[in-house]
């Protein structure tokens, strides 16, 4: 499935933002997750929801971050709030198409999109 997201941008430290992954196909029997690049740095899992709509969050984002879909819009979103300078990176979306992980044959991903959190 083609992913695109979008909703990145500059915000300040303590500001929010939402950012959005539009699926090209149907997405609601698919587990979706978020990931997270900053430069120089390993990819890190950010948050996952499932079909039935059951997330999970990395410790460094829980309780700031939500993740959300709308099966009807074919869309998945991360909300944003409490940022931190160390939240920028690359962010990015991914799907679970098969049941055997994110990365390409099994799985897709999206471009990404920029977050950077001044200090």
């Known amino acids: 499935v083609n992913l695109v997201e979008s909703g990145g941008g500059l915000v300040q430290a303590g500001g929010s933002l939402r950012l959005s992954c539009a699926a090209a196909?149907?997405?609601?029997?698919?587990?979706m997750a978020w990931f997270r690049q900053a430069p120089g740095k390993q990819r890190e899992w950010v948050a996952t929801?499932?079909?039935?709509?059951?997330?999970t969050y990395a410790d460094s984002v829980q309780g700031r971050f939500t993740i959300s879909r709308n099966n009807a819009a074919n869309t998945v979103y991360l909300e944003m709030n409490s940022l931190k300078p160390e939240d920028s990176a690359l962010y990015y979306c991914a799907a679970n198409e098969y049941g055997l992980g994110y990365e390409p044959p099994f799985g897709s991903r999206g471009q990404g999109t920029q977050v950077v959190v001044s200090s």
């Open positions: 196909g149907r997405i609601f029997s698919i587990t």
């Open positions: 929801i499932t079909n039935n709509f059951k997330t």
